[in-house]
T-cell receptor, first 112, second 114 residues
């Protein structure tokens, strides 16, 4: 089954509202990363949180990691129409090389 | 620094033809990864290469798919005798020798098999 699974699958909000997306995973990890993908485009790295970190901020982004629950959340504050995209979490395992295992993504729609 | 360059951006092939997808990593990056994304799905790992070496190909289909990263030139993902189910977006990423934190994705090649 999927290593990373995002919840919800789709989210529709108004500009200015906050958007929260969750990611669950099944195995131990080295780090967890969040990526954004605009329709038909490549992935843009947003933020990385290591397994020994609990929270990280970057601009309007806030990421939390709970390794006991094997889950992470991505919060986008004061959303903008330009935030409309799909958001994926990706994990790397403790062993071996740094292969990314992606979830199925959350599609975020921010309406003006 | 032009980033990770993939070409072509779009590729249309008839069933049974061969598809060749190219990826030039970022300058200074020696690790290349290929991922496949089916419509409405996340990315699935296919293969990890270093120069002249395949490190992990656990995500590659057993037949028709091959990848290489020669000493000179781009990495190539080759799909022989394409079928409709191969239609997907194929993304390449590269990272520097020391780890994953410099992971950078290309814009992808969208393969359509007709």
């Amino acid at each position: 089954s999927q290593q990373g699974e995002e919840d919800p699958q789709a989210l529709s909000i108004q500009e200015g509202e906050n958007a929260t997306m969750n990611c669950s995973y099944k195995t131990s990890i080295n780090n967890l990363q969040w990526y954004r993908q605009n329709s038909g485009r490549g992935l843009v790295h947003l933020i990385l949180i290591r397994s020994n970190e609990r929270e990280k901020h970057s601009g309007r982004l806030r990421v939390t990691l709970d390794t006991s629950k094997k889950s992470s959340s991505l919060l986008i504050t004061a959303s903008r129409a330009a935030d409309t995209a799909s958001y994926f979490c990706a994990t790397t395992r403790n062993t071996g090389f740094q292969k990314l295992v992606f979830g199925t993504g959350t599609r975020l729609l921010v309406s003006p | 620094n032009a980033g990770v360059m993939q070409n072509p951006r779009h590729l249309v092939r008839r069933r049974g033809q061969e598809a060749r997808l190219r990826c030039s990593p970022m300058k200074g990056h020696s690790h290349v990864y290929w991922y496949r994304q089916l419509p409405e799905e996340g990315l699935k790992f296919m293969v990890y290469l270093q120069k002249e070496n395949i490190i992990d190909e656990s995500g590659m289909p057993k037949e028709r798919f091959s990848a290489e990263f020669p000493k000179e030139g781009p990495s190539i993902l080759r799909i022989q005798q394409v079928v409709r189910g191969d239609s997907a977006a194929y993304f390449c990423a590269s990272s520097p020798p020391l780890g994953v934190y410099g992971y950078t994705f290309g814009s992808g090649t969208r393969l359509t098999v007709v």
